[in-house]
């Protein structure tokens, strides 16, 4: 079945991160993937561009199935493959009202994240203003005081003898996310309990992949000689890191 799914993907991409852990989590090992370059476009190459008009990645295809969007993959691969690998619907009414509802929170979480580490590439040089992108960290900086309440939650009750967390597709959402924000190297103490009880092979399978083409990369180069941007990466260090 994996032989016949190719996955198009890009590095330190989230929603990349979700179609690779939800393709593990459902046992659909040995599908074919590709690694294309951000940096030199490659997601608006022909290619891609067959498969997704609107050149981004993931692009996925299933047969003669194309899925393109994460969210859309992932419940797709399950609904598809429910019998095959983990359950990531709960059939609680109130467990998948909550899955739902942090899935798409998790939408909202990645745009203002976004907003702060990519602002100079989104906003035009002649167009950028301090007093905006100070909005951007403010709106950030609340939506982090947010989801650390609801991951305060979630660890609390995995600590009780009645109670454990089991993965569903709310985790391979956001997963991607708290790693990220991990690797900018901020990050409030619930979310390292968070990311314990997610010690599963299919995300770490994923994040040592990432890793080594982090090291080896042009993106790990550029952070190893100090070449980050002051509007994204120096906000991270500085306002996380007192």
Known sequence: MAK????????????????MIALEE????????????????????KEVLDINPRGQLPTFKHGNTIVNDSYAVC????????SQGNKLIPDSQEEQALMYQRMFEGLTFYDKLNAVIYYDWFVPEGERHESALNRNKEALTTELKLWEGYLQKVCEGTHTQTHTHTETQADIACFGLFKLCCNLHFFY??????????????????????????????????????????????????????
């Open 4 to 19: 016949a799914m190719t996955l198009l993907w890009g590095a330190g991409s989230p929603p990349c991160w979700r179609v």
């Open 26 to 45: 459902k046992n659909l090992q040995g599908y074919n993937q590709k690694l294309l370059s951000f940096d030199k476009m490659e997601h608006k190459s």
């Open 75 to 82: 419940f797709y691969l399950e609904s598809q493959f429910k």
């Open 189 to 242: 103490p619930s979310w390292a309990q968070a990311l314990m009880w997610q010690d599963r092979p299919s995300h770490w399978q994923m994040w040592s992949f990432f890793l080594q083409l982090l090291i080896f990369s042009d993106l790990g180069k550029s952070g190893r000689e100090g070449n980050r941007n002051d509007s994204c990466f120096s906000f991270m260090f500085h306002q996380y890191n007192k």
